[in-house]
């Protein structure tokens, strides 16, 4: 379970001898999400979706506020015990994919494993199972240059489900997929949904941000539902 | 996947960039790892001829003065040279005078004729000359004739010294035995008896069982006796000649260890060479000692004592005086006594004798201190450049590895995001650098004893004086490459750092 309390994100640009500007990417955001529950974050470029998703997913901390993983604290963790909480906790698909395109696919999948310091035997053979959900047991050794979209997108999916984590976040997982293969994206992740998993997904799609259990809207980094 | 997988193929994609910093670093290294290497080697070369015997000596010579005459009409093209030769007498005295040195020796290095020519040669001289009528050229009939020219100018020769080298060369170019036929073509008959008078002693040294030496030339000195003492030379087999005794007789010649397994090639055991003849710039010698390995492998000309012939120095001058007289002489220190301390006592000694400036003395120590000098002050200049160069690849792949570490940010990012922590980006950058720098560090070892011969014979061919022998030092090899691989490391932790250290969502922004 996740709790935002009193989440502020901001920037403090300096705007010459004028002095500084505090420009707000999240204000006063209060939320809590619990096991299980399929997100979706929606809005208009610059209500501060992108923020809520990275807050969320400890890839950025917020500025002000309290935020609890299961009732722990994590504002105070190191660079290292963030690190660890985002490799076993939680896994992230992007819309750009975002995979390394030096390793292939199965070497992929096992990248997060690697950090969780899973030997390698173990590593790949839940490598080729992930890919082997995901429809991909023929692509086991291809370099992403190599795929499809969607293709791409499902090894990222694999990728983050390497660690067996309880959140999985999705930004925009199906803006460059065309609607066929956004659909089926969107199957598999519905079906990790149905699973157990716990889902934060941003859209644009106001279809896909219909598909979760709860459709948090911003406005202006506000919470405005 | 492990780190150093990973960074293999980083280091696979870009490969242009990837080879040009590890050609720099690799240049850098060798250059370095080589003027180092010839500074090393030149350092503990100097320091073994430091504790060898040659370094307690010192020469002592004529000065080469030029004597202006005092008119002034006439002042130029008047001008001598003056020539000093030392005596017997006030070469010993000098021991008395200057404290610092106990002994002393003459040597003349030169390169000795293995087989006897028509001509007659300077060297010439002493028991192995004289008018040997034709006697030698009993030992070989035609086949002297055949096998070379100087048997036959021989043939055509009046005798004395002709004569003999003729009768020489056709033993050394034969090997032929006593038991040879009437010579065809040549005056003088098998059965002519020699000159049996004051002569006696060298006719009973040609010895018709002469065999031919593998070599032609054989590199040598004309010692007296206290050179072997000098260099600490010992006899392994049979002895060495002394000052002591008469300078009569056939003179006995000592070969050093390694030449004296190949002078001669049916010879292979030293042991059996003692007695036998060997004849030298048409003299003839008796082989009477064989010397021990030289340690020290001490030289002269650049050839190694054990490489050598020794004969004493009276065996090749002509004259009575010649044979007391030293051109150069060569005194040792005692173990109390500083090299430069008793050059200084020897020259004013023997300046005194034959007047101001007449004579120099040079410490051995301090002329080989002069040539290692004149090379290190070459190598310090190309260290300082070969630094700089190494410098340059290390900034090289500074730039490279901040290059990478920009252009990869959004991989850093999502490596961060999927559970890496900041020292574990770094240690990845940090493995991808080292790679590189261990390739280009264990290449440009492998490339710097080529830098060692190359540079040190550049420096050894246009040396004025002395050669001396250059060798790859490893430990300096080693140290250089593991200098080279911490530079690599340090230059390329900045980049790493940055690149651990960015900030996952701007990395993850910047689409």
Partial sequence: MINLIGINKYWDKTLGPEGQERVYGLRDVNIDINRGEFITIMGPSGSGKSTMLQILGLLDLPSEGQFLLEGNDVMALSDRELARVRNKFFGFVFQSFNLLPELNAVENVQLPMTYAGIPAKQRTERACELLEKVGLSHRLYHNPRAMSGGEQQRVAIARALANDPGFLFADEPTGNLPSETGRQIMEIIQGLNKEGMTIIMVTHDDNLGKMGSRCLRLADGKIIN | ?511
């Fill in chain 2, 1 to 511: 996947m492990n780190a150093f997988i990973l960074s293999v193929r980083y280091i696979r994609s870009r490969k242009l960039e990837s080879s040009l910093a590890i050609v720099g670093i690799i240049l850098g290294v060798a250059t370095l790892a080589g003027t180092l290497s010839l500074i090393a080697s030149y350092e503990s070369y100097y320091d073994k001829f430091s504790r060898s015997p040659s370094s307690r000596q010192v020469r002592v010579m004529q000065a080469t003065r030029v004597r202006v005459t005092d008119e002034p009409a006439v002042l130029i093209g008047t001008t001598e040279i003056e020539n000093v030769r030392f005596t017997a007498d006030e070469a010993k005295a000098a021991l008395e005078v200057c404290p610092d040195v106990d002994s002393f020796y003459e040597a003349e290095y030169r390169t000795f004729a293995t087989t006897a020519s028509a001509s007659g040669t300077s060297d010439f001289g002493g028991p192995g000359g004289g008018p040997m009528m034709g006697a030698p050229v009993a030992a070989s009939g035609t086949a002297a004739t055949a096998a070379t020219g100087s048997a036959n100018q021989a043939s055509g020769g009046t005798g004395g010294e002709t004569g003999a080298n003729a009768a020489a060369g056709a033993n050394a170019a034969t090997g032929t035995t006593g038991a040879g036929s009437p010579p065809a073509g040549n005056d003088a008959p098998p059965d002519m008896p020699f000159d049996g008078g004051m002569f006696g002693a060298q006719a009973e040294a040609i010895d018709t069982t002469l065999e031919k030496p593998a070599l032609e030339e054989i590199d040598g000195a004309m010692v007296t006796g206290g050179f072997f003492n000098a260099y600490s030379l010992r006899a392994q087999y049979g002895d060495i000649f002394s000052d002591a005794g008469g300078n009569s007789g056939v003179p006995g010649v000592v070969l050093g260890a390694t030449l004296a397994q190949k002078v001669y090639a049916s010879v292979t055991n030293p042991a059996d060479l003692i007695g036998k003849k060997l004849i030298l710039n048409n003299t003839t010698y008796n082989i009477i000692g064989v010397l021990a390995n030289d340690e020290w492998n001490s030289s002269g000309r650049n050839i190694t004592f054990n490489e050598m012939a020794f004969v004493p120095t009276y065996a090749m001058r002509s004259g009575s005086a010649a044979r007391t007289q030293y051109r150069n002489l060569t005194y040792t220190t005692k173990t109390s006594g500083t090299p430069a301390q008793a050059a200084i006592q020897l020259e004013n000694y023997f300046n005194s004798i034959h007047g101001e400036g007449s004579v120099i003395s040079e410490a051995n120590l301090d002329t080989f201190n002069k040539e290692v000098t004149k090379r290190e002050r070459i190598l310090a200049l190309m260290t300082i450049l070969a630094s700089a160069s190494a410098l340059t690849a290390a900034i090289n792949l500074f730039n490279l590895m901040t290059s990478r570490v920009v252009r990869r940010r959004r991989p850093i990012a999502i490596m961060r995001a999927i559970g890496a922590w900041n020292m574990k980006v770094f240690g990845q950058i940090m493995v991808e650098a080292s790679i590189i720098g261990t390739v280009g560090a264990l290449a440009g070892i492998a490339l710097s004893p080529v830098v060692v011969n190359v540079l040190g014979n550049m420096l050894e061919n246009s040396a004025s004086n002395q050669s001396i022998p250059v060798s790859v030092n490893v430990p300096v090899l080693i140290a250089v490459g593991l200098g080279a691989l911490v530079i690599s490391l340090i230059f390329a932790a900045i980049p790493a750092k940055n690149g651990s250290s960015l900030v996952i969502t701007d990395a993850l922004r910047a689409e």
